[in-house]
Structures are given as structure tokens and as C-alpha cells.
């Protein structure tokens, strides 16, 4: 069976040939895989910056957003059937005693970091014609939502935030008149984005992409605000622009701009950190001013990473909502389907675009 896999210690990806899985236990399901989402994960991966092959193997197949169809079903399995679509879960628990979210089936919140990830870390990933998962780890997507379900993992990021935003807010009796701000418009800002606006905030994107590219025109058709950091340098006018921010959603992986606009973040709000940074130099930050408004103004600074069950069925359910609310504009977060023969340009970053996807088989 074909699939896409590096090599870590040769620092190459290409072709790499696995044997096709069989179902492994009475719950597991048989899964052919339609697509795959490529991100930058996958090409920091690609690179060598991070990423560990399965134990007795050399090489580690990659992808994690996928999109499959399940072709054979153990003799327990309840929820699914033949013929149903479904998104495969990422991370999976870690096994090792006293981890309690792990035990619980919350591995989005393992303690103990030695969890296995599809595509990154000890299993293989999703850029292959077949894979074998419990029926526990995927999630049924209606056929309607067939062009675009891959983009439900990286949806999850959001979900998950705004799970946990749900929970801390419930401390207090909080406005309906909501302003947020999303850093970044990256596949995962702008699904961010769409998932606020869903929500009733009143929703802007700031990014440094100028306001005639494709992205400020994907906002425009989601009934979401684009400002480009293009025309805004001064980031207090953003602030100004918007009054106070209940939540700003960070998916941009830059810490310079998100601790420069943490001092911009509204009463009672919610700052949440979704886009990892890549290690820098040290940057200077007014850590007094930080400390006094979020003291005085009641806020939180909320880290977040990888999604459990409950984000990805709230991923499914708003797909299907923004495929009412605004069907031209969540295709558009797709620029283009390749092949897998073309999984070069894509990992190695020469292809443009917002999300671009590998057909596995169609
Ligand atoms: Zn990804
Ligand atoms: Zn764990």
C-alpha cells in the first residue's frame, strides 16, 4: 500500500510502502481515506523539526486531517457502518499509569506529553489508501458535507477553545454583545473565525495579507471584518476600531504580536493562545501594565492544543452550519486538491494557497 512518509534521519519524505491494515479487534473499523489536509505541522515534520516514527520502523507516514470512508466494520461496532464518512481523531491516549485526562479519554489534556499523535508521533498518519482505527476514535460525517469535512481538524482547534472559553466565562453573568478579534488567517484563524461569527460575535481578522487577498475576501463573504496589518500598523487603532475585546483568538504563532496585543484584550476577557511560536529571541513586553489589567480587568490568558470527542462533534455540527450560513466562502478555504505524486510541492511549501489537500482516492 501506498503512502507518504520521512525519513527523520535521512531528512527526506517520498513514497513508502506498508502493508494494508486488517481490522485488529472487534470495535475497530477499516477506513478508506478519501483526503488528507496538508498544514504546516506537516512540513515542520518534513523538515525534521519534529516528528517520531512507530516503534520498529524508520520512517513515519504523515498527515493528520483527514477525510475517509469506512469500507469493513468489526462485529461490536455500533455507531458506524460501510459506506459512512468519518474524520479520524489525532491524538491518542498515553497509557501511562495515573494519567488521569488520558484514563478518562480526554488525551487533548495528557500530562505526561509520551501520547501518540497520528502523522507526528509514534503512529502513522492518515497519507496512506487504508488505516485501521477504533470505532471510539472517529467521527460520522454526513454526506453532505463531503467537498469540504477535511477541514474539520483543524476546525477542532477552535472548538476546543471555545469549549474551554464557555467554561471559564460561566464565572460571570457575561454580555451578549460580543467583539472578537482573531490573530492570524491561516486555515485555522479563519475557521476560527466562521466559529465565532456562528456565534453571534461580531468577528474581525488582522493579519499582515493585504486586504485584496483571497483570505480578506473569504471574511467579506463570512460577514467577518478583515483589517490588514498592511494598513493598520499602529495596533492600538485596531483595538480602538473594535471597543472593548471579549476574546481574542491567537492562531497566528507569533508571540510578539499576541503579548503586544494581550494589553488591547477588554474587561472580563479571554485571551487564547492556539498557534504555537517557533523559538525566537527574547522580546521585551510591559509586564507591569500586562499583570495591572489583567488583575484589575479580570482576565484570562488561556493556552490550548489538539481536540478531544466533544471538539471534533462540535466541528462536524458547525461545518454544517457555515454550509448554511455562508457555502461559497467555507469551500473557498480549499484552494486546491493534488495528487499524491505532487506531495512535494506541498510539503516542501512552494504551493501557495489557504488549505491545500492530497486525494488519496476518490
Ligand atoms: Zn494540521
Ligand atoms: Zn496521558
Redesign the pocket.
Known sequence: MKAIAVHPAARQTGFAAIPEPDLNSRTSIKIRILEVGVCATDREISRGVFGTPPDGYDFLVLGHESLGEIVEIGADVTVVQPGDLVVAMVRR????DG?V??AARR?DF???G??AERGIQYLHGFMTEYVVEEESQVVKVPPALRDFAVLAEPLTVAEKALQQVEAVQSRLPWHSDRTALVLGAGPVGLLGAMALRVRGYRTAVFSREPVSDPKAGICAAAGIEYISAADVQDRAEVAKHLGNIDLVYEAAGSSSLAFDMLQYLGSNGVFVLAGAAGHGGAIPIDVDRLMWNMVLKNQVLLGTVNAGKPAFTAAIADLATFDQRFPQAVRRLISRRYAMTDHAQLLEGAAGGIKNVIEITS
Do not use: E, F, I, N
Open positions: 491516549p498515553c497509557g501511562v494519567c485526562p488520558c488525551q495528557c500530562g505526561t509520551v501520547y
